[in-house]
T-cell receptor
């Protein structure tokens, strides 16, 4: 299994509070991603990073920000959580050029409930 | 936006049977397709992939077929086992600057009965 650790694995919070999810990898992969998974929507890309301090928006980026100060860590922040952000969040990593395009390695997920 | 979808949300088979999971895609620019398996409480796991210049690719007990004419993708699992029970997602990637930016279908639940 790819060395990806997400924390926390479970979190319950209240509307309006800030939340930060952490993804830590030990594979030294260049690319890191945050997806959310909701019933009826599958997995949708929130933000991704193609290097330290290099990030870009995905399909559903509104209400989320990310930071990557080190290769191994990719943080997802909800500045003011809303109930619509209740979801399971998956971090993923992929190798740089030369690997199979699109083969993402996923973490175990972080279940967030916003009351 | 364009998305990937599935024909059948659930599939129930007997152990030993072959399973076929279907997927329709709409982005004609996609040049790379992937199947993922997700077991309960876990993240998706890569199964097999195929590039748009191919129409068939085989792995261990799995085969992916790509029909670009009708924008259809399928995953065939031979001799299905109870351990194959999971949610299966197809995903597409337009390649190039879209590296790693996958668009996922909604998933098909496969249940294998002993």
């Amino acid at each position: 299994d790819a060395g990806i650790t997400q924390s926390p694995r479970h979190k319950v919070t209240e509307t309006g509070t800030p939340v930060t999810l952490r993804c830590h990898q030990t594979e030294n992969h260049r690319y890191m991603y945050w997806y959310r998974q909701d019933p009826g929507h599958g997995l949708r890309l929130i933000h991704y990073s193609y290097g330290v301090k290099d990030t870009d928006k995905g399909e559903v980026s509104d209400g989320y920000s990310v930071s990557r100060s080190k290769t191994e860590d990719f943080l997802l922040t909800l500045e003011s959580a809303t109930s619509s952000q209740t979801s399971v969040y998956f971090c993923a990593i992929s190798e740089s050029v030369g690997s199979r395009t699109g083969e993402l390695f996923f973490g175990e997920g972080s279940r967030l409930t916003v009351l | 936006g364009e998305s990937v979808g599935l024909h059948l949300p659930t599939l129930s088979v007997q152990e030993g049977d072959n399973s076929i999971i279907n997927c329709a895609y709409s982005n004609s620019a996609s040049d790379y397709f992937i199947w993922y398996k997700q077991e309960s409480g876990k993240g998706p796991q890569f199964i097999i992939d195929i590039r748009s210049n191919m129409d068939k690719r085989q792995g261990q007990r799995v085969t992916v077929l790509l029909n670009k004419t009708v924008k259809h993708l399928s995953l065939q699992i031979a001799a299905t086992q109870p351990g194959d029970s999971a949610v299966y997602f197809c995903a597409e990637n337009a390649g190039g600057t879209s590296y790693g930016k996958l668009t996922f279908g909604q998933g098909t639940i496969l249940t294998v009965h002993p």
